[in-house]
């Protein structure tokens, strides 16, 4: 009989940076790591956000033992109020990530259902045959940890986010000794992040930003805005550190960027001295270089308090010259474009805008080349799963191995639904099991389908035209002359004539000479090819073409 | 009487990045300063390029002594196809320009029709009152020049897009010494190039990249695949140098790339020595590291060869794992996403990817900082007028010359269709016109407007509901049932149920217990309303509702 063998499931974050989400499985047990969101790409229109496709899961329930979480960033945890309910099992992570997961769950109300536990960095706990320790490492939110896991087939070490910050403002440096230890007795597979496996070098210290802010608060005339993610909590606990030094209180704006605040403070993960935090009412007569905003909006999401500022369209607050504000993100890929007219728009209204281009006003929270090299040095794991990036970084990651000695061989570049399975000394990728993106828009989860976004691409390129055509129940002729309406497709105004020759090009091919009238299937293909055909010669266009049959 | 002054009208460039054109205006002569397109951004669905407005110009056609061109890049004559025959005015360039100029215009049919003129670097010519010396700068593109032009209120110097590459691979250096010497005679006003006024330091030579293509061949175990613009012809010169120099033909794949490399090897600007240049089918037999393609796609373009190679999707040419590509660009703003893609495929396919991200294949064709600072202190304007680039590029650009020593208030910060107005010792806004982008879609300019987009956009976000509603011609009463159908919106098997409850919404809408039926404009708008609010309620998405009377 064939032993039984380790199999490690990518379902997400393999195929795109975000989503993350893997499944480890071991005869009946099965372990879950993150579940996280991803922000929708351009040709995925509409849609809010894009969550792991979990169907593999769903018939094996009762073999989850639980799901164990890096940290708290949206990448990580954000699916977990579309995915917990479904799969209803323990979650287990550490003090602040579980701050973070409860704020989320209570917004969707399924924090009730939820059964979370607190796992503390350096804690161990026994998930059927896996036995995790939660390893800390420093990522750009505190609390983050990395997970040494003992299989039954040998040791296994993720390192979620990290990077190698040897004075990172809260949280602990990553754990190198003991990822050490672990490497001298043996590490089967080391799974580590590509998110930055582009980038030669090492990555700089959150500290970096912290001297910025604090040039910033002290050179700008005015009010200083900052931008930041609301889960960067060591950002704005550097953002509140300069204040205070330079004597300005702090404005948090936005309810998301209040709550995560209020819930650090409240666990002690944030610090504020004595009362440097103030609502915007009591700002009234402070000068304005005593004054700080924190904020949310590096994206250019439009809903947010800083793209809002930027097109003088926020209720409370207006950018007046003298106003500095500091973009502390980098767009995420896609965004470069709105984020770039946000700051073009806070430049028009006279403010100051320092951005990652031109002021070191972000750091990433992810290992540069060396650093990598580094974890793969010290852990010296026999086969390596690049994971957390797009095929280009895992790619990228894989030659990072092979500089540092690891054989080609025993390197698995894989995407989201390649199944590796392991035992005590080998590995292959044994099969696939069916990953997709699901979506989330609006109220519903999952039902946008290929079909749904082949059409709003098509809608969104040349728009529809309508065309309604009346037909008399008894005769099977037509009634009338055919009516036709466009959107998004011309002018209506400039394109009368064409669309209404159009109109008569229906009715030529409707005529069929007094012979029985045609199947609707068919007249339906020719009424589309016709038309798709003639305003194709007209315009170079091809719009959607929605033939309608009313029957009277 | 108030003296003439001279008007300078950005009609593009200033407000985004691309569609470069500006006029000046001086009594009765009007001259024009390049002509340029740009790609569209994201949310201009479905529009394949953007031309500036020139609706200013065109009652004053009779005014306009000539266009003249500073380099061959579409931002800078791109239009001209669009442009040029409702102007029918002169073109003004050096020999390469003219040829890139010629090519397209052949494209679109409009050659015959051209009055195109060929001046030298260095080179003068009198237009009107203007008096225009052509004078070398580098770009990333041979025979590039700004202008020197002399007013009745003072000499304006024009940068071009430039750079200051001591050491370019074809074309000149930037001439300094004349601008300095323009310089010591006083100078009314700079426009300067501010595409990467966020840049610090200086941009490196063009040399940098040869010695990238050099390394690449030698090392490269099989086949190499250069992606690059097409009119980057310093960049295809020095691939068939490395070529060269390692025994590898080059293959120019693709029929722009192919046709303006024929253009300029018969002018001189490329060579290409013995055979080294080979169809492809010449390549038969050939050992792998002795091939060499250059393609375009470094944007993402769908049709582009390397796309299609990406995508195992080119009819004559497939990637094999060996192979090295190198994307010898960097992304447009906006396009990032999609080019990410086309390299995650090349790598999946096997293939060896480098790009900006991790090698030197390409250097920018634009002054950094530095170089900017230079071209200040050299030519001392008195008046300074940041151009190509958007509002944060001004704004920072402004900055700059600020720090050399230009009065704030001699600084014009200005957007497309603000006009400068200046005599010998004064410069100010003076007013504003109309200007706008103008959408080129398929076959049409201009036609496509805000409604049009508005749909697209709307229709790319949650789809369409079309309704359809048959009335009895006499008795104005609803005959059937409603029809509802969905493109976009819904899954519509799993909406099956909603749908129907919302025609049957309609017809209680409809349903004015015999009383007189209501004006249409009524129904539809109570229709619109009722569904609207009853999908948002049901599903939190915000579909295009589009009502339809039949009346039969």
Redesign the interface.
């Known amino acids: 009989m064939a032993k039984p063998k380790l199999r490690i499931i990518p379902l997400g974050g393999l195929s795109e940076i975000g989503k993350n989400m893997m499944a480890l499985e071991y005869e009946t047990d099965i372990i879950i790591i993150d579940a996280g969101l991803m922000f929708p790409?351009?040709e995925m229109?509409?849609v809010d956000l894009v969550i792991p496709d979990i169907s593999y899961l769903l018939d094996k329930k009762e073999r989850i033992r639980g799901i164990i979480v890096t940290h708290g960033h949206e990448d990580h945890i954000g699916a977990m109020p579309y995915l917990l309910p479904q799969l209803n099992v323990p979650v287990y992570s550490t003090k602040l990530t579980n701050g973070l997961i409860s704020v989320k769950l209570k917004e969707h109300k399924a924090l009730a259902a939820a059964d979370l536990r607190i796992v503390p960095p350096g804690g161990k706990i026994t998930l059927g045959k896996f036995r995790v320790e939660f390893f800390p490492v420093c990522h750009s939110i505190p609390d983050a940890v990395g997970f040494i896991i003992n299989t039954p087939v040998g040791t296994i070490v993720h390192s979620g986010d990290f990077k190698l910050d040897y004075t990172p403002v809260n949280g602990k440096p990553t754990d190198l000794s003991r990822l050490a230890q672990i490497g001298s007795q043996g590490v089967l597979l080391l799974l580590s992040d590509s998110t930055y496996a582009?980038?030669p070098g090492y990555t700089p210290s959150e500290r970096v930003v912290g001297e910025t802010f604090d040039r910033i608060m002290a050179e700008a005339p005015g009010r200083v805005i900052i931008a930041t993610f609301s889960s960067l909590i060591s950002r704005v606990q550097q953002v509140i550190d300069a204040a205070a030094k330079h004597n300005r209180r702090v404005c948090i704006v936005g309810r998301n960027m209040t709550e995560i605040v209020g819930m650090a403070l409240d666990l002690g993960y944030l610090k504020a001295p004595g009362n440097i935090l103030a609502r915007i009412e009591e700002l009234k007569g402070l000068p304005h270089n005593r004054i700080v905003f924190v904020t949310t909006g590096t994206q250019g999401e439009p809903t947010s308090a800083l793209v809002r500022m930027a097109n003088r369209d926020h209720r409370q607050l207006h950018i007046i010259p003298g106003d500095t504000v500091a973009i502390s993100a980098t767009p995420i890929?896609?965004n470069?474009?709105?984020v770039?007219r946000t700051?073009?728009?806070l430049?028009?209204q006279g403010a100051q805008?320092l951005y990652s281009?031109?002021a070191q006003v972000h750091v990433h929270g992810h290992a540069s080349q060396e650093e990598l090299k580094l974890l793969l040095n010290i852990v010296k794991p026999k086969f390596f799963l690049p994971i957390h990036g797009?095929?280009?970084h895992l790619?990228?990651h894989s030659k990072l191995a092979q500089s540092v000695g690891i054989p080609k061989d025993n390197i698995f570049v894989m995407e989201d639904g390649d199944v590796l399975e392991l035992d005590h000394d080998s590995a292959k990728i044994s099969g696939r099991i069916n990953s997709s993106n699901v979506y989330v828009?609006?109220?519903?989860v999952g039902?946008?389908?290929n079909?749904?976004?082949r059409?709003?691409?098509?809608?969104?390129?040349?728009?529809?035209v309508?065309v309604?055509i009346?037909i008399n129940r008894q005769t099977g002729k037509l009634?009338?002359r055919p009516?036709i309406?466009s959107?998004?497709?011309?002018?209506p105004q400039?394109?009368k004539e064409m669309l209404d020759k159009s109109r008569d090009m229906v009715v030529q091919v409707l005529d069929r000479g007094g012979a029985r009238p045609a199947e609707w299937s068919f007249v339906n293909t020719k009424v589309r090819d016709t038309l798709y055909k003639f305003y194709y010669e007209?315009?170079?266009?091809r719009p959607?073409i929605?033939p309608?049959m009313?029957?009277?």
């Open positions: 790409e351009e229109l509409g582009e980038l890929p896609g470069e474009a709105v770039a700051i073009d728009n430049f028009k805008v281009n031109i797009e095929y280009r790619s990228l828009d609006g109220l519903s039902d946008i389908g079909v749904v976004l059409d709003r691409q098509m809608l969104s390129r040349d728009g529809i309508v309604i009346a009634v009338g009516d309406v959107r998004g497709f011309v002018d400039g394109y007209q315009t170079k266009r959607m929605l309608f009313v029957k009277v």
